[in-house]
């Protein structure tokens, strides 16, 4: 969440929104977004829906759902995936922003 919340503006620049997707309940949620001065939406998923419709591991012996990252265009393809193998398997941004960057290259051509 931090490096997300550290690059929020270069997200921004490229006229992408994060939103992340949390299996907390919403007022947890809430409490978590707000002590952590977080600038990007946040959605409590305690019943896993959003998880189960992009395909978002839950395992409980790996400490619950598996981080996954996912980049969904204006169309609603999506465009970029990973699927964490563990809870620290996280993409650094340069990688989601190449992939932003390589998604407006594409719709200016």
């Known amino acids: 969440m931090a490096q997300l919340r550290q690059d929020y ?7 992408a929104e994060v939103i992340a997707v949390g299996p907390e309940g919403p007022e947890e949620f809430r409490h978590y977004w707000e002590a952590n001065a977080i600038p990007f939406v946040g959605l409590a998923d305690p019943t896993h829906s959003v998880a189960r419709v992009y395909g978002q591991e ?3 012996l790996k400490l619950g759902r ?13 465009r970029h995936r990973h699927y964490a193998s563990w809870m620290g398997d996280i993409p ?7 992939s932003l960057d390589r998604l407006l290259a594409a719709s200016v051509s």
């Open 9 to 15: 503006a270069e997200f921004s620049r490229r006229g």
């Open 58 to 60: 839950v395992n409980l």
């Open 66 to 78: 598996m981080p996954a990252l996912i980049v969904v265009d204006g169309e609603g393809y999506i």
């Open 92 to 98: 650094p941004n340069s990688e989601v922003l190449g």
